[in-house]
Antibody
Framework: EVQLVESGGGLIQPGGSLRLSCAAS????????MSWVRQAPGKGLEWVSV???????YYADSVKGRFTISRDNSKNTLYLQMNSLRAEDTAVYYC???????????????WGQGTLVTVSS | EIVMTQSPATLSVSPGERATLSCRAS??????LAWYQQKPGQAPRLLIY???TRATGIPARFSGSGSGTEFTLTISSLQSEDFAVYYC??????????FGQGTKLEIK
């Protein structure tokens, strides 16, 4: 079964750091494009970052320079290192695989269950 | 940035009736549009990609249409499990994906 399980969320003070993990099963993280998407409480979805199978990374302007996406191939796990956290980073963070068919995007599927990050003093 | 605008914000429909949700892009995204369903406390679920192609396992009552800047998600005969929030997403400007703000489909 193809599955993603996030962990690492919690309560953190403004300016602090946190690392989220996303463990995959049923497929290989390093062979896929993997994204982080977040959702602030009661709000919509916001794409955060992606890592391509070749290793290239991209970020939303709102997190550029503060967040770093990476992966550990031996653990088949995706990460999001979040530094200099702000109150507006408070959200549920989802990891998701990009479904691709011959390189064409076919939607985010599957998604993990999400992990809540709360930035507050 | 491509801005996605969904309407209405809330749609009240009775079970068994048809629901029509709209999504507009601030510039053309061709057919590079996906739809997701999200229920409370759950992750989003992929419904449609390529504006009109149903994802694996999605019932035929869900259909998508449109291209360019105007898109529609239609649910032909609402079932109780269909009441949820629906999001559109453009991927024409990948990897700078953007989502609409969502339409809440509620029971009338």
């Amino acid at each position: 079964e193809v599955q993603l399980v996030e962990s690492g969320g919690g309560l953190i003070q403004p300016g602090g750091s946190l690392r989220l993990s996303c463990a995959a099963s049923g497929f290989t993280v390093s062979s896929n494009y993997m994204s982080w998407v977040r959702q602030a409480p009661g709000k919509g979805l916001e794409w955060v970052s992606v890592i391509y199978s070749g290793g290239s990374t991209y970020y939303a302007d709102s997190v550029k320079g503060r967040f770093t996406i990476s992966r550990d191939n031996s653990k088949n796990t995706l990460y999001l290192q979040m530094n200099s956290l702000r109150a507006e980073d408070t959200a549920v963070y989802y990891c998701a695989r990009e479904n691709r068919d011959y390189g064409d995007f076919r939607g985010f599927d599957p998604w993990g269950q999400g992990t809540l990050v709360t930035v507050s003093s | 940035e491509i801005v996605m605008t969904q309407s209405p914000a809330t749609l009240s429909v009775s079970p068994g009736e048809r629901a029509t949700l709209s999504c507009r892009a601030s510039q053309s995204v061709s057919s590079n549009l996906a739809w997701y369903q999200q229920k409370p406390g759950q992750a989003p679920r992929l419904l449609i990609y390529g504006a009109s192609t149903r994802a694996t396992g999605i019932p035929a009552r869900f259909s998508g249409s449109g291209s360019g800047t105007e898109f529609t998600l239609t649910i032909s005969s609402l079932q109780s499990e269909d009441f949820a929030v629906y999001y559109c997403q453009q991927y024409n400007n990948w990897p700078l994906y953007t989502f609409g703000q969502g339409t809440k489909l509620e029971i009338k």
